[in-house]
């Protein structure tokens, strides 16, 4: 029992910056340990990895593509999980998935990854 439900996407000019929310309700984030991470999906296009978070924190793994530009963060008293996302360029348009996994690992792959909210579009005009 839980849900995950994101915010914050919008139109934005290339160079310009948006910030994601992901909040967590029910079950999600009460019991155990769990690593969150953010995930993107382009029409047409496979679902890419872009960052992750450990539970404390404490742990980030960034895609290549974003590294130096977004920023991961959570507030598990809260149940946010935020994406910082900078300098942004027309690549970057896409759906923007949150997700969270029942184990405390920042991995990159979608299919270790449990719980999803149903995501929030982004798009960066040239």
């Known amino acids: 029992q839980g849900q995950l439900v994101e915010s914050g996407g919008g139109l934005v000019q290339a160079g310009g910056s948006l910030r994601l929310s992901c909040a967590a309700s029910g079950r999600i984030f009460s019991n155990v340990a769990m690593a969150s991470a953010w995930f993107r999906q382009a029409p047409g296009k496979e679902r890419d990895f872009v960052a992750a978070?450990?539970?404390?924190?404490?742990?980030?793994n960034y895609a290549d593509s974003v590294k130096g530009r977004f920023t991961i963060s959570r507030d598990n008293a809260n149940k946010m999980v935020y994406l910082q996302m900078n300098d942004l360029k027309p690549e970057d348009t896409a759906v923007y998935y949150c997700?969270?996994?029942?184990?405390?690992?920042?991995?990159?792959?979608?299919?270790?990854?449990?719980?999803w909210g149903r995501g929030t579009q982004v798009t960066v005009s040239s």
């Open positions: 997700a969270s996994r029942l184990t405390n690992v920042v991995g990159d792959t979608p299919q270790h990854y449990v719980y």
């Open positions: 978070i450990s539970w404390g924190g404490r742990l980030t």
